[in-house]
Each structure stands twice: as C-alpha cells, then as structure tokens.
C-alpha cells in the first residue's frame, strides 16, 4: 500500500472498533460501515491489539497518518469492559497522544456509572447495548463534525523537514505478565535487546517481551533519544554514563553503580556512537 493518507473530506473517516466479544465487534463494524460517512473499519478483540494497530504495528496507512501529523485513526469505537487493558484504560493511552483519534464507548447500562469518569478521560460520546443504529449513525455524525473541525488545524501543525516533530515521552508500549495486561512508558526502558523477531524491553524493574522487531523500534524511537549500537541491542543515549574499549573492541555502560550494565559496541556502529555522545542532546532528551 503506498505512504499516501485520506481524509474526511476526499475519502471518509479511518475507524477503529475494539470489543472481545465476536458478536459484539461483528455488529458494530456492521453498522459503522453503513454510514456513508465511513470509509474503513479496523477491528480489535482486545485494547492491546488495538494500541498495537494504532502504533501501525499492521497497516502502512496507519503509520503514514501518522507521520503526517494526523491522528492514526479518526476514531476509535471500544467497549468499555474487556479483560486485561479494559476500554478505560485505553482512553488514558488515547489522551496521550499527540494528536489523538475520537473516542466513543460502547457501554452495557451496568457500566454507566463508569461514564462520568469515560468523559473525563476524552470521551466524544457513547453508545448503550443493546446497539440501536440511530444512535451509532448519530454518534459518527459527531465524529465526522469533530474531525471536519480539527482537520485544518492538524494539517497546520504536522511536522515537515523544516519543522520535525519534537519527541515525546509519553507512548506506552502494552505488554503481557502474568495474564495481565501492564503499560510500559517509553521512557522507563534503559535499553532494548533482539531475541529473534520479538524484543525485550530492559527497564530499572526487570525486562518485557514485546512482539516487536528492533528494527521497528529502532526507526521509531529515534527521535526519543535511542541509539543502535550492535545488530543485538537498542539503547537509550541519555543513560549511557561510559565508552570504554574492552579485549574485545568498545563496550558502553547504562546506569551507574550496582544496577549499571555493560553492552558491546560493534564495530559498525561505534562512528556513529561516538558522534552521537558528544553532540549537545535535542530539546527533550
């Protein structure tokens, strides 16, 4: 599929639904793709696949949005409870964004007393279950006027060649431990190491397995400070403290004094390193 991205106006609205139930996600889309306004339905069985399409882990045009300075999706349908990450939990991520997509709950009446918190968290609307097609086809009306208001206004703002986007801080990376869904900030991680085509993520707690290339995150998380420095390891640049040359060739340190780890160079990357220390660190390093 080529870099290209599509908005409202020439093409109709990108959405995410997100439900564990089969049933539920196969009404939803069902009805999401009846609107005229809609253009394509992704779905989801679970928050985490959803954070994991919404980083463009499967789909280029995902990814081309966002490098373009749009929202990866231009709204994200999700149950509110689901296991593990429940659809709560998804909105704090959502928040987090730099340019986030729409929200809107689909919420059985027991969980309505979780909607006042829903709105605190940005949500645009919600749906009750039973799903009525009245109220989906007036919630992506909302939508398309939210998105038809903050399209101009993004377009302006999305970076370029001459004005980059800074890095953040603030993705999480979801992971699985112990059955259980936990949400690993970015910034937490020290450093990154290849284990076939998975990563494990090292932070000052213990290490994560991610269904993730390093060279995905590599090309990602550039901008956010991380360097390679071996076909085998990541690493975050402002928590090296030394470049030592060891019997085998350069070797660098992350962290100081009992929990400080000592990671080979290779010889490929070392030129590169070593620039990279001693420029002056970017704006948010």
Excluded at 117 to 131: E, M, R, W, Y
Excluded at 174 to 185: A, D
Excluded at 223 to 248: D, K
């Amino acid at each position: 599929m080529p870099d290209t991205v599509s908005t409202q106006d020439n093409a109709g609205l990108l959405v995410l639904a997100v439900d564990d139930e089969a049933p539920g996600l196969s009404e939803i889309k069902f009805l999401l793709e009846s609107s005229p306004h809609i253009r394509r339905v992704l779905t989801a069985f679970d928050a985490a696949e959803a954070l994991r399409i919404l980083r463009g882990d499967y789909e280029q045009e995902v990814m081309a949005r966002t490098k373009a300075g749009l929202p990866p999706v231009d709204a994200v349908f999700a149950d509110i409870n689901m296991p593990g990450l429940s659809g709560m939990d998804l909105a704090r991520v959502l928040s987090a964004f730099r340019y986030p997509p729409a929200l809107v709950f689909v919420t059985g009446v027991e969980e309505r007393d979780a909607l006042i918190t829903a709105f605190d968290v940005g949500a645009l609307d919600f749906i009750n279950k039973p799903i009525n097609e009245e109220r989906v086809l007036k919630a992506i009306s909302r939508v398309a006027d939210r998105v038809g208001r903050t399209a101009a206004p993004a377009a302006q703002a999305a970076p370029s060649a001459q004005n980059p986007a800074e890095p953040t801080d603030d993705e999480v990376i979801p992971v699985e431990l112990g059955g259980t869904i936990k949400l690993v900030p970015r910034a937490s991680v020290r450093y990154v190491e290849a284990q076939g085509d998975y990563a494990r993520l090292h932070t000052q707690d213990g290490s994560h397995l991610v269904r993730i290339p390093l060279a995905q995150l590599e090309e990602r998380w550039a901008n956010a400070g991380f360097v390679r420095i071996h076909r085998s390891y990541l690493v975050a640049l402002p928590l090296v403290s030394e470049l030592r040359m060891t019997a085998n060739g350069y070797a660098v340190v992350i962290g100081t004094g009992e929990g400080a780890k000592e990671l080979p160079v290779s010889r490929r990357h070392t030129k590169e390193l070593k620039e990279r220390i001693v420029r002056p660190p970017k704006s948010g390093w």
